[in-house]
């Protein structure tokens, strides 16, 4: 049974700082793109950041420059650091991993809530 369980949200100020975190069980992580996507109330699931099997990032455009995504292949773990967070990051917070190879397995973790506000 494969699980993603995330970690790391709660309520922030503008400006604040949170780290989430993803581990993955049960799962050759190596094999798997690792990402994050966040639904705000009343809108469509949408990625946030990413990191491929290789090591390589991207990003959605609301977060560059504020949001780095890492992963640690030892802890089958990924990260989520987000600066200067902004009102309109208010979201539930999934993680989700991408098998590279066939059959391109799809796994979804049960989300985290982010809450920035004053």
């Known amino acids: 049974q494969v699980q993603l369980v995330e970690s790391g949200g709660g309520l922030v100020q503008p400006g604040g700082s949170l780290r989430l975190s993803c581990v993955a069980s049960s799962v050759i992580f190596g094999y798997y793109t690792m990402a994050w996507y966040r639904q705000a109330p009343g809108k469509q699931r949408e990625l946030v950041a990413q990191?491929?099997?290789?090591?390589?990032?991207g990003y959605g455009d609301s977060v560059k420059g504020r949001f780095t995504v890492s992963r640690d292949n030892v802890k089958n773990t990924i990260y989520l650091e987000m600066n200067r967070l902004e009102p309109e990051d208010t979201a539930v917070y999934f993680c989700?991993?991408?098998?590279?190879?066939?059959?391109?397995?799809?796994?979804w973790g049960q989300g985290t809530q982010v809450t920035v506000s004053s």
């Open positions: 989700n991993a991408r098998e590279a190879i066939i059959p391109f397995r799809n796994y």
């Open positions: 990191v491929t099997t290789g090591g390589s990032t």
